[in-house]
């Protein structure tokens, strides 16, 4: 039997999963790595963490379903997107890698909109100009660490790097690259235009080459070090938001919408082109199939909200305290009691794009308890994702039914608050936590040229629970996500120069 590996550079851990050679899921291994929370908006990775990750992961992996190295046909990688890895001219990082949740570059993404204009970036780029992305995280160390860029010779994203360490070769796909802020979605290319504004060397930049591309074989020290054989062909793989949309079966515009649960969370759709919001709320990546793009609207700290909540009402990691403590949730009065929560607790993305707003309790009263915050936790997640779902309602993308992914989708009572929330069925999926890697393991079979085109993974996972909203609580839910709005638009003033993050909205 032959069969593929797939790897997914989250936020928390890399998740390696077995595959056969259509792409259908085996099993998986998670190794977890740490990530430095500082004030200031820091948020940092050790890129040899994600390399010592992956490789335990991959000798788990093999060892725990007893895989002969020889069956393995292929490999390939999702990535944390919007990051930044800096590399010297032996590819070695120079300082930690900045990752998605950093917004310490708001200077400098003021700067490019000063020298760009806010409306043309957006329609060059698919995204608004915002230190969340990788091309101000590296214009930061060139204006704050002088002497550290002074050895920068090339910059790249999570699973650019981690397929460097495979096979020697340094490039990326248009997924990732679109995460960049420096990508022309029009043309395909690096932006010319952001590039100069910037300040920045192209030649800094990878080589971009399709995500299903052979990008090189692995190299013998690889091979020592993950366990399989040398020349084990590697395909490029994608960003993880695109390749959790072909995880979840989303290859093109019928197959409707799906949400990400996880660290940060966001709701997104396959379309032919590009989606412009004259409101700029929502952003739109390349997707890993080719030419499709993902519109989509990503918030900063949505499963990471309930992370938070767990780790100060119930520290450490005893039995399953998420568990416990949504399911002491269910029944308990949020926002129907006046407790509403703003969970932008890194900053925001969708649908304000401000690096200084900060979560918030709003209305909390002296009765108010674990379950109260909690229920309160979830709903704010919840009500924050209603206002980018509206936003694809408003501008051509129907949203009328939501496949959820991720992890917070394993709970029934968040589910169920979605679908109330946002007025439309959500459905879980077979596929939970290893959609990042199912899209990583179709798109090296489509590469490999093991199955025809991303069809396939429609049939890779299916509908295991469907959560209809209740007419009379989404009418309630929809009253109260007008307050929900407005207290953050009471709050925006007091958050400036307090969010820790700084810069452009």
């Not at 989250?10 to 259509?22: E, I, P, V, Y």
């Not at 915002?130 to 101000?136: D, E, G, H, V, W």
């Not at 930049?205 to 399709?210: A, D």
């Not at 009691?337 to 979560?359: C, Q, T, V």
Request: charged residues 20%.
């Amino acid at each position: 039997m032959t069969m593929l590996i797939a790897h997914d550079l989250g936020t928390t851990g890399n998740k390696a999963s077995l595959h056969s050679d259509n792409g259908a899921l085996i099993g998986s291994v998670t190794v977890t790595y740490p990530t430095r929370f500082a004030p200031g908006g820091i948020a940092e990775q050790d890129p040899e963490d994600w390399w010592r990750a992956l490789t335990e992961a991959t000798r788990e992996l093999l060892a725990r379903h007893d895989v002969d190295a020889a069956d393995v046909r292929g490999l390939a990688i999702s990535g944390q997107m919007m990051g930044a890895v800096l590399l010297d001219a032996a590819y070695r990082p120079v300082r930690p890698a900045i990752i998605w949740a950093d917004t310490r570059s708001g200077e400098q993404a003021d700067q490019l909109v000063g020298r760009i204009g806010a409306e043309r970036a957006y329609k060059l780029l698919g995204h608004r100009l915002n230190p969340t992305y990788s091309i101000t995280k590296v214009m930061w160390v060139r204006d704050r660490e002088p002497e550290v860029f002074a050895k920068v010779r090339h910059v790249c994203l999570a699973k650019d790097y981690a397929v460097y360490r495979l096979t020697g070769r340094l490039a990326t796909d248009p997924s990732d690259a679109s995460s960049t802020n420096a990508y022309d979605q029009e043309r395909g290319t690096w932006s010319d235009v952001v590039l100069g504004a910037a300040g920045l060397d192209p030649a800094l930049l990878p080589e971009i080459v399709p995500a299903t591309a052979v990008v090189g074989t692995l190299t013998s020290a690889a091979a020592g070090a993950t366990g399989l054989r040398a020349g084990t062909p590697i395909v490029m793989g994608g960003g993880d938001g695109p390749l959790a949309a072909v995880g979840a079966g989303v290859v093109s515009p019928a197959d409707g919408a799906y949400c990400y649960l996880g660290s940060s969370s966001w709701v997104s759709v396959a379309a032919p082109r590009p989606l412009h919001d004259p409101a700029m709320r929502t952003m739109t990546f390349d997707h890993v199939v080719p030419g499709h793009y993902v519109p989509t609207a990503t918030m900063q700290a949505g499963g990471a909200s309930l992370e938070w909540i767990a780790d100060v009402l119930e520290p450490g990691e005893a039995g399953d305290r998420f568990g416990r403590l949504v399911e002491a949730a269910e029944t308990a009065d949020a926002s129907s009691d006046g407790l509403y929560f703003l969970p932008h607790l890194l900053g925001e993305r969708s649908p304000y794009w401000n690096p200084d707003a900060a979560g918030a309790f709003v209305g909390i009263r002296r009765h108010h308890d674990r379950p109260h915050l909690v229920r309160a936790v979830l709903e704010g997640v919840a009500f924050n994702l209603l206002t980018c779902v509206d936003a694809f309602r408003e501008h051509g993308a129907p949203v009328d039914r939501v496949d959820a992914i991720g992890g917070g989708a394993a709970s029934d009572v968040w589910l169920r608050i979605l679908a109330d929330v946002w007025g439309c069925p959500v459905r879980r999926r077979s596929i939970v936590e290893e959609a990042n890697s199912l899209g990583a393991a179709v798109t090296a079979a489509v590469g490999l040229g093991l199955v025809d085109d991303f069809g396939v993974a429609r049939e890779l996972s299916e509908v295991t629970a469907e959560f209809t909203p209740d007419p009379e609580r989404h009418a309630a839910y929809r009253e109260r996500h007008a307050v929900f709005l407005d207290a953050y638009r009471r709050l925006e003033p007091w958050f400036e120069g307090r969010g820790g993050g700084g810069g452009t909205r």
